[in-house]
């Protein structure tokens, strides 16, 4: 796989993920998500500026460095359930907002 980290820490295909991901994405890293995982759910924006994941006992986020590109060593990871609550808004927030597709020629 061209992205190795997408999918492989999942215990099954099955689960269901949401991606958000910037319109000019390389539509290659999503249908490699989407094989990876079958019930991905996919909303673009016009500008994704952070990196979150999330699930009910784990939320990280991660923000810009100085070149504008998403730096996994600049951000905050946490069990704390106001944490997690807090980056479960934000990414509802952020969903609620974005155009989802069905297929990667509606990017």
Do not use: H
């Not at 999503?30 to 952070?50: D, K, Q, W």
């Amino acid at each position: 796989p061209r992205w190795p980290g997408i999918g492989s820490s999942y215990p099954s295909k099955d689960i269901p993920v949401r991606m958000i991901a910037d319109q000019k994405i390389d539509p290659a890293i999503l249908s490699e998500a989407r094989s990876a995982l079958s019930r991905t759910e996919i909303g673009v924006l016009p500008r994704v500026s952070v990196a979150m994941a999330l699930n009910e006992s784990l939320a990280g986020l991660c923000f810009p460095g100085l070149n504008d590109q998403i730096d996994f060593g600049a951000g905050f990871i946490g069990t704390d359930p106001s944490f997690i609550a807090w980056c479960t808004d934000l990414f509802q927030e952020y969903w609620s907002k974005s155009r989802k597709i069905d297929s990667l020629s509606e990017l």
